[in-house]
């Protein structure tokens, strides 16, 4: 397109030069009027705007191809309904994604807490008497004290039960069973120094006793 158009253009310019230099003789009186009668007949006006007319029509043309070109391609109604389609395919799977991540984090709690409930029934039960002989003695507890750290970061508890020989210590997140763990000791005073110990710990890491 742009080929054809400077071709025509430079047709036009050529045809121009010569009918200028015609009038320029015919005005300054060189060369006869026959001889410039012939030349301007030779190259007529209606040439030029002839050349000049197709030129513009060239140019509208091409315009024209080139706005078609520029302009966004028109959605179709078959290609908008099959773009929503996979669009919602695409959410339809990432909600799938979500879903089947949530239960596994629920059935890890569930796991959690099944987990805790034995600990805490393994420690509060006491074990069996032997066929034949004294049913087991259950310590008495000496001591009970609650804790709890709650901030920005965390909401938990932690309380812990001091006997003779052993104490249990429970902990967790608020609001959930929690875990608990026991450690054994030789004598009575090693029992209490260890108790004592741990609680200072805990009030050192921002933990407050609950009454």
């Given at each position: 397109m742009a080929e054809k158009l400077g071709k025509l253009l430079v047709k036009a310019a050529r045809v121009h030069r010569k009918m200028s230099s015609v009038m320029k003789a015919a005005k300054t009186g060189k060369g006869s009027f026959s001889e410039v009668g012939r030349k301007a007949k030779k190259t007529p006006g209606k040439k030029l705007d002839a050349l000049l007319n197709k030129a513009s029509v060239e140019l509208d043309k091409g315009?024209?191809?080139?706005?078609?070109?520029?302009e966004p391609k028109s959605e179709t109604s078959e290609e908008r309904t099959d773009r929503l389609l996979a669009q919602s395919k695409k959410k339809l799977a990432k909600s799938r994604r979500t879903y089947a991540e949530t239960l596994?984090?629920?059935?890890?709690?569930?796991?959690d807490l099944k987990k805790s409930k034995a600990a805490l029934e393994r420690v509060k039960t006491p074990k069996k008497a032997k066929k034949g002989g004294s049913p087991t003695h259950r310590p008495r507890a000496?001591?009970?004290?609650?804790?709890d750290l709650?901030?920005?970061?965390?909401?938990?508890?932690?309380?812990?039960?001091?006997?003779?020989?052993?104490?249990?210590?429970?902990?967790?997140?608020?609001?959930?069973?929690?875990?608990?763990?026991?450690?054994?000791?030789k004598t009575p005073e090693?029992?209490?120094?260890?108790?004592?110990?741990?609680?200072?710990?805990k009030f050192d890491k921002g933990y407050r006793e609950t009454f």
């Open positions: 315009r024209r191809q080139l706005a078609h070109a520029i596994d984090e629920l059935d890890e709690s569930i796991q000496i001591e009970i004290r609650k804790f709650i901030n920005n970061e965390h909401e938990k508890f932690w309380e812990i039960t001091r006997y003779s020989d052993r104490y249990i210590v429970c902990f967790g997140r608020i609001g959930t069973h929690g875990q608990c763990k026991k450690k054994m000791f090693e029992t209490r120094a260890a108790y004592q110990k741990i609680i200072r710990e």
